[in-house]
Nanobody, 119 residues
Framework: VQLLESGGALVQPGGSLRLSCAAS????????MGWYRQAPGKQRELVAA???????NYADSVKGRFTISRDNAKSMVYLQMNSLKPEDTAVYYC??????????????WGQGTQVTVSS
């Protein structure tokens, strides 16, 4: 199983970006999918997560600015980021809780995509 992120870029404060993450490989089903980020010198933190039932949760720092969504048919998760701030600068990682068989479940991570917010 692989998670492949895309969409990271350099953007000015106040701008928008949309991150995408595609899960591929031997997938039986996917539970939660989410986005984490890690800024230099800081711990990795949860940004947003979405269950396969549609419920979502967000870090307080991004509520009202970021929106997570999923396309379960395509095994994809997206993160729409609006009103970006310099403090959003980080490497963003896709995460998914995936069942590869009916009995085997593991946590998977993407390689990360850089988001830089700067003028």
């Amino acid at each position: 199983v692989q998670l492949l992120e895309s969409g990271g870029a350099l953007v000015q404060p106040g701008g928008s970006l949309r991150l995408s993450c595609a899960a591929s490989g031997s997938i039986f089903s996917i539970n939660a999918m989410g986005w984490y980020r890690q800024a230099p010198g800081k711990q990795r933190e949860l940004v947003a997560a979405a269950s396969n039932g549609g419920s979502t949760n967000y870090a307080d720092s991004v509520k009202g600015r970021f929106t997570i969504s999923r396309d379960n048919a395509k095994s994809m998760v997206y993160l729409q980021m609006n009103s970006l701030k310099p403090e959003d600068t980080a490497v963003y990682y896709c995460n998914a809780d995936i069942w590869t068989t009916r009995w085997l479940n593991s946590d998977y991570w993407g390689q990360g995509t850089q988001v830089t917010v700067s003028s």
